[in-house]
């Protein structure tokens, strides 16, 4: 079954246009706000919770989101801006493939092994340099490098890391994506600012 997508009350917007012209730009602006601070939240609920998009932490990458308003002379001319400096967005929204700049491998934690994270997901801060770990060696498991911890009282091997020439990083931050399915709602709102401009006869 196809979308219904609304429209711009074009007529209305022409006619408070020719009658209320400040009041218009002052209702349009009101609405952009309303518009940009909606899809940041919807934004920050269904895309950086976790799977299927990702898990953002407090003071992370949400916080690099920024929002503008176009102001013009003209009406025409307003307009409204939501965009991120952030190079981690980027990679989280178009894919990303990452490799040693030294050219050696990468030392992955195997997301099995629980006790390397944070209760929010986050990788603690003694394995964030795994190769100055103590009692950690190389060993090959089905033609894979991993770093594995050795237990020595439990005689035990851990493996805790695999080594890897390269990690892709897949698009899932849908940031533009998330911005076309309010359009709607986008709409709907800009529709209801023109009528409160209107509502001023």
Known sequence: MS????????????RAIRLFPKDLKYELGDGMDH???KFLKIFRQTRLQGPPGIRAHPH?????FQRASLVSQDIEGMGMVIFSDSKIARMHEEGATLKNPGGGKLAVPLSARKELFTSDGRLKRQYRRPRLLK???RIQL??????AKVKKKLREILPLFILKNQVRIKPRLMFYKT???IQNARIEILNKSIEKALSKV
């Open 179 to 181: 911005w076309d399915e």
């Open 135 to 137: 009692n950690v060696i």
């Open 60 to 64: 992370g990458i949400f916080t690099h």
């Open 3 to 14: 979308e219904l997508r609304l429209e711009i009350n074009t007529k209305n917007l022409e």
């Open 142 to 147: 089905k033609g894979k490098t991993f770093l």
């Open 35 to 37: 518009i940009s601070r």
